[in-house]
């Protein structure tokens, strides 16, 4: 890469902190507001979809790499037509709900478009062993990216926290991706995401502007997980690296939910009783829990990370290691317990 390269992840970071505030005003003049309720964990009325600005910012980013070609055809389609379907998704459903099936359909569709184009030949080497069967491997493939969609969306909740988390996790797969001798406009694709979110963050850090919304939420855990795939699919990259960054959003969330399950609660119905929510209340507000997730990726996360793209025979033992004690955490606060 060259320093004029490095104009692209700035006009990534320009283009979304000065859409996120047109946005916002929009959304104040025309009423768009997310409305507290019983089940809320803010207090007010706030502008809702500025995570359009990040969508706008990042499919720029990939115009910008297609006519440069440091994009193939294929990756271009792969990562921009995925993250428009997410987005309009999105976007649908923060006006009109959608239903769960054709919110499922639509995150399937776009899971299987990014697999298609950006999975093929896909052989995956956990370390102890590589999995490369097509019927076993692509169905898992689809699994993740569905589940990071919905991460992200479950997951952003309090001010901040889906924003900085977006943040960290493009920054570390930018590196992953640099350490995996990915092409140059894969690197710049990760580190645009990243500075789109940070675009966004300016204005939805605690107390927040605006909100980010579904059409913000759904795309940025699908953009992240296609990032995934293209890494392990086209340079061999380690899975392990990429799954613990995102480690407390999966722990969390994933634990929320099958509590949730065994206590035989209707998952349609909403809660607040993710182990981030519940904290945010205990603490007295939202910045002690974005500060404190950004702090467990910075000092726990990130490093172990790093030393499972060093070490990737011991990714699993690592990964492991990593998400121990976000169990325990999301354990002792009773995540998807009924206090929710």
């Known amino acids: 890469m060259t320093p004029y390269d490095l104009l692209l992840p700035l006009a990534s970071l320009m283009v979304a902190m000065l859409g996120t505030e047109i946005l916002r005003r929009y959304a104040l003049s025309h009423g768009v507001l997310d409305l507290p309720n019983a089940r809320s964990s803010h207090e007010r009325p706030t502008p809702r979809g500025g ?41 649908a459903d923060d006006h009109r709900p959608l239903s769960a099936g054709l919110r499922m359909a639509l995150h399937l569709f776009a899971a299987a478009w990014a697999l298609c184009l950006l999975g093929r030949g896909l052989s995956v080497d956990f370390g102890l062993f590589r999995l490369h069967q097509p019927w076993l491997i692509y169905p898992l493939g ?72 579904d059409a913000g939420s759904g795309f940025l855990g699908f953009a992240l997980a296609a990032l995934m795939i293209g890494g392990v699919a086209h340079f061999g990259a380690s899975p392990w690296p990429w799954l613990i960054l995102i480690g407390a959003f999966f722990v969390d969330a994933t634990y929320t939910l099958f509590h949730r399950l065994r206590r035989g609660v209707r998952l349609a119905e909403a809660h607040r009783s993710h182990a981030y929510q519940i904290l945010s209340r205990r603490w007295g507000g939202h910045r002690p829990v974005t500060l404190a997730c950004i702090a467990v990726n910075l000092l726990w996360l990130a490093p172990l990370a790093a030393a499972a793209a060093y070490w990737p025979s011991y990714g699993f033992l690592l990964w492991g290691l990593a998400m121990l004690p976000l169990l325990v955490l999301a354990w002792r606060t009773d995540a998807g317990g009924a206090h929710g």
Do not use: E
């Open 51 to 91: 995570g359009l600005a990040v969508v706008a910012a990042f499919l720029l980013a990939l115009g910008w790499l297609r006519a440069d070609g440091a994009l193939s055809l294929a990756d271009w389609a792969g990562l921009g037509g995925g993250s428009l379907i997410l987005a309009a998704a999105g976007f």
């Open 142 to 213: 689809a699994m993740v990216i569905v589940w990071s969609v919905n991460l992200f969306n479950f997951m952003d909740g309090i001010d901040g926290i889906a924003g900085s988390q977006a943040v960290f996790v493009a920054c570390g797969t930018t590196l992953w991706l640099a350490a995996a001798g990915a092409t140059p406009g894969w690197v710049l694709a990760a580190l645009a995401l990243a500075a789109a979110s940070g675009g966004f963050l300016t204005r939805n850090w605690p107390p927040a502007k605006i909100f980010m919304g």
